[in-house]
C-alpha cells in the first residue's frame, strides 16, 4: 500500500537552500537558549556543589569544575523543537499549510535520559539503573512507531535476492515475517540507544572532546537529512523535515554551550549532557535506517569515533582481563595526551577525524548499496588493524628507574613523575586503576 502510494506522489527535487532555509530559525533558538543558559546552570551548580572535583587520575583539571552544562543543551534543543511547531513544511506542494510534527516520544525519550544523568550527576547510580533508563528512552521510540521497520529496508531485498538466487523469478511478496521485522527493529533500536548513550559518554573525557565531536556528528547528519529531502527523499514529507530539525537542533544546542566547554573549561557537561547527545544521535541514525541501509551505513560512519573509542575499551579491558566497565586511562584521547599532545591539540585531532568520518559517511551515500557495504568493511577493517599495531588495546605502564631530576630520561617521564624536593630522585607513579563500576568509566 505504502508503495502504490509512493508512485502517484509526485518526485521533485528541490535545492538544499529550498529544504534548509524554512527550518533555519531552530538553529537560532537552540543556540540563543543554549549559549543563555550556561552560564546560568554554572552558576546554579556552583550555588548547590554539583561540581567535578579533580582526582589527578582521570579528572586532570586543576580546580572544581561546576556540571550542568548538559541542561542548558537540552533547553536548548527542546526550545528549538518548540519553535520549529510553528513552521510549515517545505512540501507545501503536497501538504499546504500543514506544520511540522515532532513526534512526542522523541521529547519523552530524551527527558528520561537526562533525568537518569542528572541523577548520576549529583548522587551516582549503578550501571544497571543507567542501562534500564537507556532502554525505557528506547521503548518510548518505539511506542510511536520509531524505528519500528527500520530493518525492512535490508531484510526484504535480502530475501528476495536469496529466493531469486536458489528459485529463479521474483517472491509474489515479501517473504519475511512482519513479526520478525517488528522483532529485528526493536532490538536494533534498543542497541543503538544505549550503545550510543554509552559511547559518548564514555568520550567524554576532555574539555570540548564530547561536545565539538558531536557538533561535526550533528553537521553530518543535517547534511544527510538535507540531502535526502532535496533529492526526493521519502514520500513522508514530514519525516523528511523532522531529520532536518533534529539535526538543526542538536548542532546549535551544541555549538552554544562549547564556547564554555573548550579548554580551559568552566563547565562540564555532565553525564546529563554526554549521555543526552548519544540519545540524540541514535535517534538519527534509526531514522535514516527506516530509508535505505546506505543511509544507515552513512549514520553509523559518522559516528565512528565515538563508537571505535567503544569498541576499543571493551576489547581492551577484555584482553587484560579486566572488568568489561571499570575505569581507566587509555581511551583514545588519553593515549593522545601520553604521546605528548596537549589537552587542546589532542581535542583538535579528535575534531579533524570526525571531520573525516564525517566526508566518509556524506561519500558513501553517493554510492550503490552494495559498493557502500564494502567501503564500509574496508574501512573498519583498517581501523581495527591499526589499533592494534599501534598498541592501543593493550595497557602498559611504563616502569622508570630511578634517575637524577633533571636529566633527559626524567623529563621524558613528563607526568608520570614527581619529586620531593630539588636534588631527589624522579619516581613513576603508576596509573592507579578504579573499579569505579560506572558507565561514565574512563572519562
Known amino acids: 500500500m505504502l508503495f502504490l502510494l509512493a508512485q502517484q506522489i509526485p518526485t521533485k527535487t528541490f535545492s538544499a537552500d529550498d529544504v534548509l532555509s524554512p527550518y533555519i530559525y531552530v538553529f537560532y533558538a537552540a543556540f540563543i537558549v543554549s549559549f543563555l543558559f550556561t552560564p546560568i546552570m554554572r552558576t546554579v551548580a556552583t550555588f548547590y556543589g554539583i561540581i567535578d ?36 513544511l517545505h512540501r507545501q506542494d503536497l501538504l499546504p499549510g500543514e506544520h511540522v510534527y515532532v513526534r512526542f516520544a522523541i521529547v519523552i525519550g530524551a527527558a528520561v535520559i537526562v533525568v537518569l544523568g542528572l541523577w548520576d550527576d549529583i548522587r551516582n547510580i549503578k550501571p544497571w539503573v543507567k542501562i534500564v533508563g537507556q532502554v525505557l528512552a528506547a521503548l518510548f521510540l518505539l511506542s510511536e512507531g520509531i524505528g519500528t521497520r527500520c530493518t525492512a529496508s535490508l531484510l526484504n531485498p535480502l530475501s528476495a535476492r536469496a529466493y531469486a538466487f536458489f528459485y529463479g523469478g521474483a517472491p ?6 512482519e513479526w520478525f521485522i517488528l522483532l529485528t527493529s526493536c532490538v536494533l533500536v534498543i542497541v543503538l540507544v544505549v550503545g550510543c548513550c554509552n559511547a559518548t559518554n564514555l568520550m567524554d573525557g576532555l574539555d570540548g572532546l564530547c561536545g565539538g565531536v558531536t557538533a561535526i556528528i550533528a553537521a553530518g547528519f ?8 532535496a533529492t526526493g527523499g521519502s514520500f513522508d514529507a ?3 523535515a523532522l531529520r532536518i530539525v ?22 562540564f557537561m555532565g553525564d546529563t549532557g554526554s549521555m543526552f547527545l548519544g540519545f540524540a544521535c541514535a535517534t538519527q541514525i534509526i531514522l535514516l535506517a527506516e530509508e535505505r541501509p546506505k543511509w544507515f551505513l552513512a549514520g553509523m560512519v559518522m559516528f565512528s569515533l565515538p563508537i571505535l573509542d567503544t569498541a576499543l575499551a571493551f576489547t581492551r579491558r577484555y584482553i587484560n582481563g579486566r572488568p568489561l566497565f571499570s575505569a581507566d586511562k587509555y ?14 591539540k589532542a581535542v583538535l585531532v579528535s575534531y579533524a577525524l570526525a571531520v573525516g568520518f564525517c566526508l566518509l559517511g556524506a561519500a558513501i551515500v553517493f554510492m550503490r548499496t552494495r559498493y557502500a557495504v564494502a567501503f564500509y568493511l574496508v574501512i573498519f577493517g583498517s581501523i581495527i588493524v591499526a589499533a592494534f599495531k599501534m598498541g592501543m588495546v593493550h595497557e602498559k605502564v611504563r616502569v622508570a628507574k630511578p634517575t637524577p631530576l633533571g636529566s633527559e630520561e626524567s623529563n621524558a617521564l613528563g607526568a608520570s613523575t614527581v619529586s620531593t624536593s630539588q636534588n631527589a630522585n624522579v619516581l613513576e607513579i603508576p596509573d592507579k586503576l578504579e573499579s569505579d563500576d560506572t558507565l561514565a568509566a574512563g572519562k
Open 53 to 88: 572535583e579533580p582526582d589527578r587520575l582521570r579528572k586532570m583539571h586543576s580546580e572544581p569544575v561546576a556540571y550542568l552544562g548538559g541542561v542548558a543543551v537540552f533547553i536548548g534543543w527542546i526550545t528549538a523543537l518548540a519553535v520549529s511547531q510553528f513552521i510549515l
Open 172 to 177: 509474489s511478496g515479501n517473504l519475511v515475517p
Open 222 to 229: 543535517l547534511f544527510l537529512a538535507v540531502h535526502l529531502a
Open 238 to 240: 514530514n519525516r523528511d
Open 246 to 267: 533534529l539535526g538543526l537542533a542538536l548542532l546549535g544546542a551544541v555549538l552554544g554551550f562549547i564556547p564554555y566547554n573548550f579548554n580551559p573549561a568552566s563547565i
Open 331 to 344: 581511551h583514545f584521547h588519553h593515549q593522545l595526551l601520553q604521546r605528548g599532545m596537549s589537552v587542546r
